[in-house]
């Protein structure tokens, strides 16, 4: 199983960036995805999930209205589409995968740097 993070930078305040997973090894309907960020000296957060069918849920107070999850379940990917980033959102985004049924699995990307500022 392997999940690739891309889409990370360095961006501006105010700008837009859309980090993308791209998932093997899954069967991807299987699994909700998800993306989280640590920022430097913090514990990582969730920053939203996708379900299966495509709804996304559990957006962080601090990306509401900003942050866009969405999944494509034919090509096997996710997105997270940042509007309006700030420099809070300054972070390593992860991309995680974790099974809704049968056995507890869970997957990690390796991680993607976002660095706002300007």
């Known amino acids: 199983v392997q999940l690739v993070e891309s889409g990370g930078g360095l961006v501006q305040p105010g700008e837009s960036l859309r980090l993308s997973c791209a998932t093997s090894?899954?069967?991807?309907?299987?699994?909700?995805m998800s993306w989280y960020r640590q920022k430097p000296n913090k514990e990582r957060e969730l920053v939203t999930s996708?379900?299966?069918?495509?709804?996304?849920?559990n957006y962080a107070d601090s990306v509401k209205g900003r942050f866009a999850i969405s999944r494509h379940n034919v090509e096997e990917t996710a997105s997270l589409q940042m509007n309006s980033v700030k420099s809070d959102d300054t972070a390593v985004y992860f991309c995680?995968?974790?099974?809704?049924?049968?056995?507890?699995?869970?997957?990690w990307g390796q991680g993607t740097q976002v660095t706002v500022s300007s």
């Open positions: 995680n995968a974790r099974a809704v049924d049968g056995p507890p699995e869970e997957y």
């Open positions: 090894g899954l069967s991807f309907r299987r699994y909700i």
């Open positions: 996708v379900n299966s069918r495509g709804a996304a849920f």
